[in-house]
């Protein structure tokens, strides 16, 4: 099974049997999946800042820093490779602590997507989290690798 590692600032997609996006030290960072069940596509996104108002200029240089640009790329290229809006899940890992309500995480729910599944970490920093997504199958996993603090 092919390992697509997904690094902070970067994103993959995939619908080829047997690949595994992969995002490792979501210490303070996010990993962000969209998955289509039906279409089997899947996509990662592994950002570091809320918003991209907070530093245009690195924005510019690199729009998969932030949730909101981000998030908008990983939406269009999960679409592109086929994936449906109205059908895709979001799951989100790491940095559940500053995952609070009016926070990094809200990219999604403006953009009207469901999540899947339960938050991790309900209120706990957690340092060393990684995330992993089976497009072909859908699964995925959270996981912490060293310890989290209340």
């Not at 999946?33 to 240089?61: C, E, I, N, W």
């Not at 609070?100 to 953009?111: C, D, H, L, N, Y």
Request: with cysteine; net charge positive; proline share 6%.
């Amino acid at each position: 099974m092919p390992e697509m590692m997904v690094r902070m600032g970067e994103l993959a997609t995939s619908a080829v049997a047997g690949d595994v996006l992969v995002s490792l030290g979501l210490g303070s960072c996010i990993g962000l999946t969209l998955y289509d069940p039906k279409t089997k596509v899947g996509g990662m996104l592994h950002f570091q800042l809320p918003t991209s108002t907070l530093d245009t200029d690195r924005a510019r240089q690199n729009p998969l820093m932030f949730a909101d640009t981000g998030f908008a790329h990983l939406l269009k290229e999960v679409t592109t490779s086929g994936g449906e809006k109205r059908r895709l899940k979001v799951r989100m890992a790491g940095a559940a602590q500053i995952r609070s309500p009016g926070s990094r995480g809200r990219a999604p729910e403006r953009a009207r997507l469901p999540r899947a599944g339960k938050r991790s970490g309900r209120n706990r920093a957690c340092r060393g989290a990684a995330s992993t997504l089976r497009p072909r199958s859908g699964a995925s996993r959270s996981s912490t690798l060293v310890r989290c603090w209340p």
